[in-house]
């Protein structure tokens, strides 16, 4: 039974910073990509930031220069750092991973429960 579980969720003033984490548990095989997606209410779930196993990153073009994501192959770690956070970012956000956990089959996405993030301005 693989699981996501994330933490570090919050409220913080405009300007502020918080670090989410995400660590995958259960008999997993490998994990190819990692990241981020973050729903406001009334809008599209959103890629946030992403990382392949080797650490190559992407990030959604309004958290560039904000925000970082990184990971730990070794204890199946995924974690973004929020920085200068703005109202805007106000959303639930969900890790997820690409996980293969089957040497007969191809890996599947597997996400985790969300955690609220609240700027207040």
């Known amino acids: 039974q693989v699981q996501l579980s994330e933490s570090g969720g919050g409220l913080v003033q405009a300007g502020g910073s918080l670090k989410l984490s995400c660590v995958v548990s259960?008999?997993?095989?490998?994990?190819?990509?990692m990241g981020w997606y973050r729903q406001a209410p009334g809008k599209q779930r959103e890629l946030v930031a992403d990382?392949?196993?080797?650490?190559?990153?992407n990030y959604e073009d309004s958290v560039k220069e904000r925000f970082t994501i990184s990971r730990d192959n070794a204890k199946n770690t995924v974690s973004l750092q929020m920085n200068s956070l703005k109202p805007e970012d106000t959303a639930v956000y969900y890790c997820?991973?690409?996980?293969?956990?089957?040497?007969?089959?191809?890996?599947?996405?597997?996400w985790g429960q969300g955690t609220q993030v609240t700027v207040s301005s």
């Open positions: 259960g008999s997993i095989i490998s994990i190819n990509r």
């Open positions: 990382i392949t196993e080797g650490g190559n990153t």
């Open positions: 997820y991973a690409d996980i293969k956990v089957s040497i007969l089959r191809r890996g599947r996405d597997y």
